[in-house]
């Protein structure tokens, strides 16, 4: 998957990867006409790409979320479990909505800075 966006995900800088996926968000978003198939398949691959970063370079995990609903999210959950972002859900909405702020680079910088603490025993989401 993640070959398809021009990287070797084991041996790729963590900073040329996030380059990589934020042009990709940004060119996906540039379609006059996207398909909205191929939009999904592309907010998949790239939800993989950028929290694949945080399980390599920060210790993060993957997680299957379970809402009280029942709706279950695919995650990278921080170790201590106070944050977690559902790819998936992040990156479908960063694509399919060209009029947001692309904020893939900054969401991790932000991640990996220590800007998103949650109370002692909190679960926060990022989406």
Avoid: C
């Amino acid at each position: 998957g993640q070959s398809a966006l021009g990287f070797d995900e084991t041996v790729t800088p963590v900073e040329r990867v996030q380059a990589l996926i934020d042009r990709a968000v940004r060119d996906a978003r540039s379609s006059a006409r996207p398909d909205p198939e191929r939009l999904l398949d592309q907010a998949f691959l790239l939800g993989i790409a950028w929290g694949q970063t945080l399980v390599r370079h920060r210790g993060w995990r993957w997680e299957m979320l379970v809402a009280a609903t029942g709706e279950e999210a695919l995650a990278v959950v921080r170790p201590d479990r106070g944050l977690a972002v559902p790819v998936l859900v992040y990156l479908k909405r960063l694509v399919a909505a060209p009029a947001a702020d692309a904020t893939t680079w900054l969401t991790f910088n932000m991640i990996t800075d220590g800007r998103f603490d949650a109370p002692a025993g909190a679960l926060s989401l990022i989406n």
